[in-house]
C-alpha cells in the first residue's frame, strides 16, 4: 500500500505540477502528516521533490524530472483496454487515434499481458445509448470538445426544450458529460455554472478570447452534486395512491426514487393484496402520465387535482376509443 501511495504521489507531482499536503492527503484519505512522511521517503530515494512554504506552497518536482517508470501491471492493461468507449470517440472524430493509442499500448505491453487485455477488448462491449434510442445528431458536438480541450469562449444559439427560437450565448466550458448516451456541456454563463444539452446547441463556434478554467473546478465532483440535486428537485409535489402486488413490482418504471418512498410508506397489504403508499410527482400532468403507465393496477387517493385529472382522462380516452371502434 505505501509503495503503491508513493508511487502515486510521484506520478500526480509529475502530471500536475505543484500540490499542497492538504491536497494529497484528501486525495489519498490519509492524514497530512503521512502525506510529509511519504515526502520524506521520496526525498530518501532519491527523487527530486522539494516544498514551498507559505499559503500558495505545496510539494513538486524539480523542473524537468520525469519518472522512467512506465510499466503497467496486467490489471491496470486490461481495466484500460475495458474503458474504451469507440462510440463516444467517434462523436468527438477521436476514433482514429483511439484505434491508435490501443495498438500502440498493445504493442508496448509483454507477450501475457497482451493476450490477456486483448481478451477483455474482445469480451466487454459498452453501449452507452439506451434502449429503442439511436444516437442524436451532434453537429455541434467536436467544436463544443474543440472549446473544452482548448480553453477558450463558446459562442452558441441554445433552444431549451419546448422553446421554438433559440437564444445566444456565450459561455466558458468547464468539461463534457456523457450522461445514459446523451452529451451535456458544464460551462460557465456569467458567475453562474449550467448544464447544456449538446444536441440542442446550434451553431457554435470557438471565439478568439481564452477561457481561464477555474483549478478548483472538478467537473466529476460537481457532476454528482448537480445530478444529484436536479433529481430531488424534480419532485415537488406527493401522490396518495394504492396499488396492486402487480403495480408495486412495475414502480421502478417511475425511477427510484418513486419505487423507494413506495416501499417506506407501503401500508399492510389488504386482503386483495393492495397497499396504500405515498409517492413523489413533478407535477399533475406529468404525474398523471406516468401513473398511466401502471393501467388499470393504480388508484389515486389524492390529491384531489391528480385524481381529477386521471379521471378527465380515461373517461376521455374511454368515450374515442367507443367512438371509433369498428361495428361488429
Known sequence: MLASRLLSILMLLQTRGRMSATELAAKFEVSAR????DIDQLSAAGIPVYADRGRAGGFQLLDGYR??????????????????????????????????????????????VQANAER?????HLDPVA???????????QPVARAVWSGHYLKLRYRRAGEAEPYPRKLGPLGLVLKGGVWYLVALS?????????ANIL??????????????FDLAAHWERASREYELGVYREKAEVRLSQKSFSLLELLGPYVTEAAAKTATSPDRNGWVRCTIPIESIDFGA???????????????P??????????????RRHRANASPK
Open 34 to 37: 503521512t502525506i510529509y512522511r
Open 67 to 112: 519518472t522512467k517508470l512506465t510499466g503497467l501491471t496486467q490489471s491496470e492493461a486490461e481495466t484500460l483496454f475495458l474503458a474504451g468507449l469507440p462510440g463516444p470517440a467517434a462523436q468527438l472524430g477521436l476514433a482514429d487515434l483511439l484505434s491508435a493509442a490501443r495498438l500502440k499500448l498493445t504493442a508496448a505491453l509483454p507477450a501475457p
Open 120 to 124: 477483455i477488448a474482445a469480451r466487454f
Open 131 to 141: 434502449w429503442f434510442r439511436g444516437a442524436e445528431p451532434l453537429p455541434s458536438l
Open 190 to 198: 456569467g458567475k453562474s455554472i449550467r448544464t447544456y444539452r449538446v
Open 203 to 216: 451553431d457554435a463556434q470557438i471565439d478568439d478570447e481564452p477561457f481561464a478554467r477555474p483549478k478548483a
Open 289 to 303: 402520465r406516468e401513473l398511466m403507465r401502471l393501467g388499470e393496477e393504480v388508484e389515486v387517493i389524492g390529491p
Open 305 to 318: 387535482a391528480l385524481r381529477e385529472r386521471m379521471s378527465a382522462t380515461l373517461a376521455a380516452m374511454s
